[in-house]
């Protein structure tokens, strides 16, 4: 294999990486144990296919503040042949070892311009106000980027918690568990499942919450299953994707919630009505919102008449909500890259 091919296979993994760089950082991290420890094989994978995810974990976690948590088969497709096999890893090997880590050097140096460019749409948010903060400009700097694209399913996930757990909070909205049927020897046969399944008892048999929504957290490969979902009983999808039938059949079959909110692009919407009617699941919807109306209910929230009370709250939560679930370039890989004398290399020539 010569160089070329190498690094070919090296930048497809590269550009197909989310923001966390999971991936490249493994492999950066196979092939610096590679030049330094000389403790593996590059042509003998089991000699680093499960160890080099702890040295990625070890990295992610101080720089981009998560490791993954995806199957390890999924996360052996970095090995495939479509992606960066043994014979790749080799003549990677190979050039990162001439030049005392340049490979290594290009790999990071990617992941601090894709750092960079998340911190740009945090400060987005932190500059703008509401005011001039405008939601589709705000999405668009993911969705026109190529590095942040494939994030951009996180980036909407975001946009709705913001709005929906500010208007529920400012709205002070309440939710209730009460016993209906007072029945007294049901009450006191069965008192430790209504205090510890229902929280009440015979002398409190009603109580109240704040209704809140929650984040589920990382969505899988396959885009499926819940974003949201909230404790009054709702399950929330985000769908930024283009819904075929497969999809939307996915979405009511993956689900177990009788009510369903999905949101989704204009576009879309008579298509997933029309499809769920024909699977006999339209019931379990309880309504479709679209890109359209979360742009319509961000002006307001941020310039209507209610601004002063929700506009702030909003961007709040937003800006949070980014800094936790996205790196952002930090002093520390600064350092790392110094103390690692990647800022003394020059670029790494990948020419057979």
């Known amino acids: ?59 992610s976690l101080k720089f981009v503040g998560n ?8 996360q052996d497709n970095l090995f495939e042949p479509n992606a960066t096999p043994p014979a790749v890893l080799v ?53 026109r980027n190529p590095g942040l694209s494939r994030s951009v399913d996180k ?5 709705v918690y913001a709005l929906f757990s500010t208007l529920l909070e400012v709205l002070e909205v309440n939710i209730g568990v009460k016993i209906k049927n007072i029945n007294k020897t049901i009450l006191k046969e069965f008192s430790d499942f209504v205090q510890k399944v229902l929280g009440l008892s015979e002398e409190i048999p009603e109580i109240y919450h704040t209704a809140q929504v929650f984040r589920v957290g990382v969505t ?8 949201m979902w909230a404790n009054f009983g709702v399950a929330i999808q985000i769908k930024h994707i283009s819904l075929t039938p497969t999809v939307i059949e996915n979405i009511s079959g993956d689900i177990s919630a009788d009510r369903i909110i999905i949101v989704c692009k204009e576009s879309e919407k008579d298509v997933l009505v029309s499809v769920l009617k024909q699977l006999g699941n339209a019931g379990r919807i309880q309504s479709v919102i679209t890109l359209n109306e979360l742009e319509i209910w961000y002006e307001k929230a941020l310039n209507g008449q209610s601004s002063d009370l929700i506009g702030d709250k909003i961007l709040q939560k937003l800006a949070n909500e980014i800094k936790i679930e996205f790196p952002s370039t930090s002093p520390e890989f600064a350092n790392f890259f110094k103390e690692r004398k990647y800022d003394k290399i020059s670029n790494v020539d990948f020419d057979p």
Do not use: C
């Open 91 to 143: 003549q990677l090997g190979i050039i990162n070892r001439n030049s005392n880590g340049a490979v290594e050097a290009y790999i990071y140096d990617a992941l601090k311009n894709r750092l960079a460019q998340m911190s740009a749409g945090l400060s987005y948010v932190l500059k703008s106000g509401k005011e001039s903060f405008v939601l589709s400009n705000f999405v668009e700097q993911f969705t």
């Open 1 to 59: 294999m010569d160089n070329k091919t190498a690094k070919k296979h090296l930048d497809t993994v590269i550009n197909r990486a989310r923001v966390h760089f999971y991936k490249p950082i493994q492999i950066a991290e196979i092939l610096q144990r590679d030049r330094i420890e000389r403790d593996i094989d590059l042509h003998d994978l089991e000699t680093y296919r499960t160890p080099s995810r702890k040295w990625r974990d070890e990295i």
């Open 67 to 74: 490791i993954s948590t995806s199957s390890s088969r999924f």
């Open 220 to 227: 899988n490969a396959a885009d499926r299953g819940i974003d």
């Open 155 to 159: 980036i909407y996930e975001i946009v």
